[in-house]
């Protein structure tokens, strides 16, 4: 069945009458394929329409219509007639102009192959409608008058994909009531309506299950890298790490601007040891917070958070990677380069438990007790989930040099005072930005009502 979706070709096998739904047990519908009755739903392509009751609706098998060039999604069939479903891939970013007239071109180009094949065009490619939706036909037949077959293909375009369906009849009468079928056909924005349906699952295996799904239908459309951020996020949570940085790195490479993947893979980089990379997509982190605008539709204070949390991730991803890199033979340049990181992801956020915890384990190895205490007291009270961890470590340096224990909760309450007054000075420079940018344009409106009102004299 995988094969199947793959081709596109995600039909049920099904003999329908006007009272009667059979459904072939070798084959099941999926989610790019709904039938209904009589109402055939492709949600890959992104249409749907109500073939003639009694037709009997056939898997199709992947092969080309009469016109070539194209990938047949659907076969039904009634005595002598048969229509057919098919797509063609368009390029990614056609300008509309050319979009609107790629069907016609499709036809034109396409009909030269056919005297090759026995059959004769009968007409020029002539525009129709069916319902509201705009279509080029082109009708042919056989050579010859003995057993004859008539021949119709309409077509039409969505955004990268040309859809056409054509019909086969001994009689044109017959071709051309096939046809008649399309008036209740619609268009609808496949795409989206699959990624609707994917953000409505919040756990992270129904995410990564979706996903895939979601990937296999529409391998390179405009959704899919935030289908490939999402299930990286996802396979996080699950500690897959492998698949964390397969969809990860997809999603750098098609948002080289997304700031949260960049960190958190190379955070996932440096834990596992893959030390040089977790730096270098750290730095480029770190370069595109400092190059970045602020996205129209952010709000400056949420783009300040923001900027704060990726800086603290990225210099922390790489507060890692040099911890890791001393244990591998770095020694002390190593560790001091960690602290130096681990010491600047706390300033922009205070409250990264992890850091202070690093920064403890970084002051340890460089037998330096005193800063390895306040660290591991900071990473106890910023209460994350680091905190039992990090009091059983300064514990542990406290007995050893035979200081009191029961002094550890006073000392954390110092801290917790401390890294409160850090995030209440965040916030407030934070809101001096805001405040200085909301003045900014109230000026340059004013100044504009100015301007118009002395053109206006």
């Known amino acids: 069945m995988k094969n199947t979706m793959k081709r596109f070709l995600l039909v049920s096998l099904i003999v329908l009458s006007t009272s009667v739904l059979w459904v072939s047990a070798a084959y099941m519908q ?8 009589n109402l055939y739903t492709n949600n890959t392509l992104g249409f749907s329409f109500q073939f003639p009751q009694g037709w009997v ?18 076969k039904a069939t009634f005595g002598d007639s048969t229509l057919s479903a098919f797509s063609v891939d368009l390029p990614k970013g056609l300008p509309l102009d050319k979009l609107a007239g790629s069907a016609e071109q499709w036809l034109n180009e396409h009909q030269s192959h056919l005297p090759g094949m026995n059959l004769e065009v009968r007409s020029d490619v002539e525009q129709v409608a069916y319902g509201n939706i705009r279509f080029y036909k082109l009708k042919f037949r056989t050579k010859g008058r003995r057993n004859r077959v008539h021949h119709t293909t309409v077509v039409t375009v969505t955004p990268g994909k040309l859809i ?3 019909a086969i009849a001994k009689r044109e009468k017959d071709a051309d009531q096939a046809l008649n079928s399309l008036q209740s056909i619609k268009l609808f924005d496949a795409e989206f309506t699959a990624w609707q349906a994917h953000v409505g699952i919040g756990d992270p295996e129904g995410i990564v299950k979706s996903g895939a799904v979601f990937l296999e239908r529409f391998p390179a459309g405009n959704i899919t890298p935030y289908v490939h951020k999402r299930m990286a996020f996802s396979y996080q949570a699950l500690n897959d790490y492998d698949n964390l940085v397969i969809h990860g790195e997809r999603t750098i490479e098609l948002l080289p601007e997304d700031l949260d993947t960049r960190s958190m893979l190379a955070l996932a980089l440096a834990e596992r040891g893959d030390n040089n990379r977790a730096i270098d997509l750290a730095q480029q982190g770190l370069a595109l917070v400092d190059s970045m605008e602020k996205p129209a539709d952010v709000p400056l204070n949420q783009w300040l958070v923001r900027k704060a949390r990726a800086t603290s991730d990225a210099n922390y991803a790489q507060g890692l990677a040099y911890l890791k890199k001393s244990s591998a033979g770095g020694g002390e340049i190593m560790l001091k380069r960690a602290i130096e990181y681990l010491g600047e992801a706390v300033e922009s956020d205070p409250e990264s438990d992890k850091a202070y915890f690093r920064l403890g384990y970084a002051y340890t190895r460089l037998n330096d007790a005193e800063q390895a205490i306040v660290s ?20 542990g340096i406290m007995d050893f040099l035979k200081r009191d224990v029961s ?12 890294i409160e007054q ?4 965040i916030k407030t420079r934070n809101q001096q930005q805001v405040e200085a940018e909301e003045a900014r344009i109230q000026l340059e409106m004013e100044q504009q009502e100015m301007e118009l009102q002395q053109q206006a004299m």
């Open 30 to 37: 999926s989610e790019a394929t709904e039938i209904e009755g």
């Open 57 to 74: 609706v056939d898997e199709a098998s992947g092969d080309s219509s009469t016109m070539g060039g194209d990938v047949v999604v659907l």
């Open 164 to 166: 056409g369906f054509e």
């Open 376 to 395: 591991y007291t900071q990473a106890v009270a910023a209460d994350g989930v680091a905190k039992d961890i990090a009091r059983d470590q300064l514990e």
């Open 407 to 418: 002094t550890i909760d006073a000392l954390v309450q110092e801290q917790r005072v401390i």
């Open 422 to 425: 850090k995030i209440e000075a």
